[in-house]
């Protein structure tokens, strides 16, 4: 399959849906209506500095995931980015009491955006107690 002429949106176009223009496309999506996947997925593994993190297209990693019933899909809360509802967050065992209701699952980049507020918590307990 040529992809020379795609133009996708988003990050490896793994967006979930067009942003820019009608020209745009959406990878995993255009892979799988040319038959070169069998499911109109992919999957994500974070793994720590020290691990190696991969993303799967047209499903996902069954050593980590053996099966369907091993995970549950989580709804969207938007579409303008792969945007969850965020009931409650934790640091170790302890629940922090953030403004945020949403976060955003980004493979590409390694930024990270907070609310000023949640972010000075977030820190705070990162940074308790080292110097």
Partial sequence: MDLSGTQA???MGMSPRVYSNDNEELYVQKLF???????NQF??????????????????????VP???SF?????????????????TWYGGEELNLESG????????SLTYFPTD???IIWGKITSGKT
């Fill in 9 to 11: 949106d988003g990050i």
């Fill in 33 to 39: 209506e040319a038959g070169r996947i069998s499911k």
């Fill in 43 to 64: 999957g994500v593994s974070y793994k720590s500095t020290s691990g190696t993190s991969k993303i799967m297209i047209g499903g996902y990693d069954t050593s980590i």
């Fill in 67 to 69: 099966n369907d019933t």
């Fill in 72 to 88: 549950a899909y989580v709804d969207l809360f938007s579409t303008g980015h792969w945007t969850l509802e965020l009931k409650k």
């Fill in 102 to 109: 949403t976060g955003i699952l980004d493979t590409g980049t």
């Fill in 118 to 120: 949640d972010f000075n």
